[in-house]
């Protein structure tokens, strides 16, 4: 029973962190880190790396919530176009030049994309 106890517990902190930490961003199946100076102050992305690392240790699964482009790209692997969508991008304003970006026929439009 202890061991189900300790995986109950860690799917909580898992789901808390990835919820109310601040630490993460996006939609529940593909976050990414924020950046916030006040959090990395606070140490808060310290406790998220220690609790993944927590995890792997003992053989459990690592942060599933992550996006699997952002995985992708720090272990090396080959990001495919289909997992880089515009949709993904949780700030506003990058989302909208990205896709200003994305319908520019002419390079003069590319210029006027602030």
Not at 61 to 90: F, I
Request: hydrophobic share 45%; charged share 15%; glycine share 8%.
């Amino acid at each position: 029973m202890y061991v189900y106890e300790c995986v109950l517990i860690y799917r909580l902190l898992v789901a808390s962190l990835a919820t109310q930490s601040g630490v993460f961003e996006g939609p529940s199946n593909a976050l990414v880190f924020t950046h916030s100076v006040k959090l990395l102050h606070d140490g808060m992305y310290r406790v998220a790396g220690r609790l993944t690392a927590l995890s792997l240790t003992q053989g459990g699964p690592g942060l599933q919530c992550m996006s699997e482009a952002v995985y992708r790209y720090w272990t090396g692997l080959a990001v495919s176009d289909n997992l880089l969508a515009v949709d993904l991008v949780t700030d506003v304003d990058m989302r909208a030049r990205i896709e200003a970006v994305g319908h520019s026929a002419l390079f003069s439009d590319l210029l006027a994309v602030s």
